[in-house]
T-cell receptor, first 114, second 114 residues
Framework: GQQLNQSPQSMFIQEGEDVSMNCTSS?????WLWYKQDPGEGPVLLIA???AGELTSNGRLTAQFGITRKDSFLNISASIPSDVGIYFC??????????????WGLGTSLAVNP | NAGVTQTPKFRVLKTGQSMTLLCAQD?????MYWYRQDPGMGLRLIHY???????AKGEVPDGYNVSRLKKQNFLLGLESAAPSQTSVYFC?????????????FGDGTRLSIL
């Protein structure tokens, strides 16, 4: 099935460092979503992007919807130990018949060294 | 407000056994989804429903059946479990209105087939 290219696959950083990850697609999306998954739990929405060029922040997190509508990035500033987890991007197109299905990246696993 | 609740949280089955996973949401959402999550594969859509009494196949539907007899519940059935169905299963829901609304996830059901 169709998937997004999400990179990097994993990151190991020191506490306090900034983090950047991104997703690219060969298809145009109308919505980009960024989720975080903690061990043993389901994905939780972090940021939702609805317009090309949109830049949205949620605390230390910032995400942007690429101008071409085929990419998005997520930045985390001043990382802390609780940022550990797997971050997923997901895209949605509103083409007829899509029925609100999401296309998912494979995730970026983040480890933070205190 | 419980959100999306999945039962059971853990289950071990023998090959050939059948079982049903239950997803319940109390947010009056129209759309509901079943995903499976496997290492290195990300989230893959099994089946989904756009409303009570309606279901549709996702990316990996083989070996599974679903039913949406009530708006708040979405059941995933395995008629004859196989080891390849060992996975973590996530249910999600979203409202129909607006099209851009993100999916809300349950905490998952961890299923092992021996």
């Amino acid at each position: 099935g169709q998937q997004l290219n999400q990179s990097p696959q994993s990151m190991f950083i020191q506490e306090g460092e900034d983090v950047s990850m991104n997703c690219t697609s060969s298809s145009i999306f109308n919505t980009w979503l960024w989720y975080k998954q903690d061990p043993g739990e389901g994905p939780v929405l972090l940021i939702a992007l609805y317009k090309a060029g949109e830049l949205t922040s949620n605390g230390r997190l910032t995400a942007q919807f690429g101008i071409t509508r085929k990419d998005s990035f997520l930045n985390i500033s001043a990382s802390i130990p609780s940022d550990v987890g797997i971050y997923f991007c997901a895209g949605q197109s509103l083409r007829a018949g899509n029925n609100r299905k999401l296309i998912w990246g494979l995730g970026t696993s983040l480890a933070v060294n205190p | 407000n419980a959100g999306v609740t999945q039962t059971p949280k853990f289950r071990v089955l023998k090959t050939g056994q059948s079982m049903t996973l239950l997803c319940a949401q109390d947010m009056n959402h129209e759309y509901m989804y079943w995903y499976r999550q496997d290492p290195g594969m990300g989230l893959r859509l099994i089946h989904y429903s756009v409303g009570e009494g309606t279901t549709a196949k996702g990316e990996v539907p083989d070996g599974y059946n679903v039913s949406r007899l009530k708006k708040q519940n979405f059941l995933l059935g395995l008629e004859s479990a196989a080891p390849s169905q060992t996975s973590v299963y996530f249910c999600a829901s979203k409202p129909r209105a607006g099209g851009h609304q993100p999916q809300h996830f349950g905490d998952g059901t961890r299923l092992s087939i021996l």
